[in-house]
């Protein structure tokens, strides 16, 4: 193995021309950590606003500090005191910075051993978007039967959303652009273009049996669009707005991740009963473009880095 790697890191916050590919040195591996070298990593919108200037609550920014909060990858290290993994296992795992590397150090309990049939792209775009879907659907307490409305249903997390809530049996009406409605049947959801006239379309979407709760995954008004159609506001979650959540009585929501979560949405994927889409694949260098295009706030699923290793 090498001890120096590959990685794209940031030295000061800013636009995404402030991400660089240089070499640093293999990432320390604690006795609880294992050491895996790097395929995919997922690339998120929260990973541009910490570029951009944003720490999440438990992190410090150190620079030159490199940005991914998922990955996949196959083990090469394991630290002294890590039992059930083992080098050359495929893997599945989350932290909260460092993941756009050749190599990443994580510890044991956030990583997830691939089923058969999960392949590394899947894996490497699955936990940072799942996780959060599956966590919001547990927050709102989402029962077979019901009717849930995702906004931003195409993108990352919305996506998963629908999947899992139609997995849960409930019925889901998800809000796109017109480009992504074909999308969103596939995805069995029942489709509503966003922009004038939104709020008229879901309530004729929803019927006489109306929405039991709601997830926004978008923002630009529609968590108040969401309160003017669904009764409780304790059923209505947002992913993007804590402020308008707080003073509109909704449930502001964070991902709560971890392996046993991973663990059961790479067990739905084995089973195909959860798919991963990835608009779009960028080698390491192009780690500027792939913020972009994170960035543009549109498209359907995931964007991916793909960690190219130079021969040793
Ligand atoms: N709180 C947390 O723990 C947490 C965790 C993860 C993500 N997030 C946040 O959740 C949001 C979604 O993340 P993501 O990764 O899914 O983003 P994304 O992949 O960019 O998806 C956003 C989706 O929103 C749709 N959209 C844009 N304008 C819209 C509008 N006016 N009405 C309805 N939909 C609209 C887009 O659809 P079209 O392409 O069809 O326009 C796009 O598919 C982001 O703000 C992200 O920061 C929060």
Redesign the pocket.
Known sequence: MPGIMRAAAIDEFGPADHLNVRELPLPQVGDGDVLVRVSVAGV???DA?IRAGWTPPGATITFPQVLGNEFSGTIVQVGREVEGLREGQEVSGFRLLGCYAEYVSAPADQVVVLPADVDLLTAGCLS??GQ?AHTALDRLEARPGETLLV??A?????TMAVQLARRRGLRVIG???V??RDHLRRLGAIPVV??EGELDRLREAAGPDGIDLALD??????LTIATGLVEDRGRIGS??EPSLASELGCRW???DRSSERLAELLTLCSRGELHVTVRAQYALDQVADAHRD?ET??????VALRIQHRAT
């Open positions: 998120q919108l929260t606003a940072a978007s959060t906004h931003g195409a993108g990352g997390v919305g809000t796109a652009s480009s992504n966003y922009g995954a978008a923002g630009h008004g529609s992913l993007v929501i964070t991902s994170v706030g549109h498209g359907r699923g995931k």
